[in-house]
């Protein structure tokens, strides 16, 4: 078990690129979340799947961003035609199904709009 | 909606001491309260959970308490060392996930 890990940690680009993130979760986690934190706030939920299924997605999650877990293992986030207003860190957990299960984070991907 | 604070923002102390963090949340209708540790520029360390039909939990220094009927939980952490600087964030679990702003913690040697 080597933990959840994010991939870029950093990532820097000039508003309208896309950028994609890849999050790889505990092995037997079947639960998989993504967050957003910026400076001085808590992370705020974005979206979760349950396997390869996205059951919830926030408000906070226009129509420029997607992400997908094709397989239940690892997932992928993306952002189209980013803005200023995304630089964030961008943060993935996984966990077990249920309810009283901790999620466990990864160092997430600092994304910086130019 | 649910809301959840953490008081102070900010807390310095002397190695060694013992302190309190606070976390309220205005819905009691929670499944549980996850305490964490968050170093900067790093994701987040997970510290205690405390299931909604518990008082208490405690990991070695660490102790969180919850009271749902008031909308409290705290973490007390004892003797102090300055490996314990970090921001604290507190999250509760119902339908959604709601953090916390956080409480940054600088132990002084």
Not at chain 1, 22 to 37: A, F, M, V
């Amino acid at each position: 078990d080597t933990g959840v890990s994010q991939d870029p940690r950093h990532k820097i680009t000039k508003r309208g690129q896309n950028v994609t993130f890849r999050c790889d979760p505990i092995s037997e986690h079947n639960r998989l979340y993504w967050y957003r934190q910026t400076l001085g706030q808590g992370p705020e939920f974005l979206t979760y799947f349950q396997n390869e299924a996205q059951l919830e997605k926030s408000r906070l999650l226009s129509d420029r961003f997607s992400a997908e877990r094709p397989k239940g293992s690892f997932s992928t986030l993306e952002i189209q035609r980013t803005e200023q207003g995304d630089s964030a860190m961008y943060l993935c957990a996984s966990s077990y199904d249920g309810t009283n299960q901790p999620q466990h984070f990864g160092d997430g991907t600092r994304l910086s709009i130019l | 909606k649910q809301e959840v604070t953490q008081i102070p923002a900010a807390l310095s102390v002397p190695e060694g001491e013992n302190l309190v963090l606070n976390c309220s949340f205005t819905d009691s209708a929670i499944y549980n309260l996850q305490w964490f540790r968050q170093d900067p520029g790093k994701g987040l360390t997970s510290l205690l959970l405390i299931q909604s039909s518990q008082r208490e939990q405690t990991s070695g220094r660490l102790n969180a308490s919850l009271d749902k009927s008031s909308g409290r939980s705290t973490l007390y952490i004892a003797a102090s060392q300055p490996g314990d600087s970090a921001t604290y964030l507190c999250a509760v679990f119902d339908d959604k996930v709601i953090f916390g702003p956080g409480t940054s913690l600088s132990v002084i040697p």
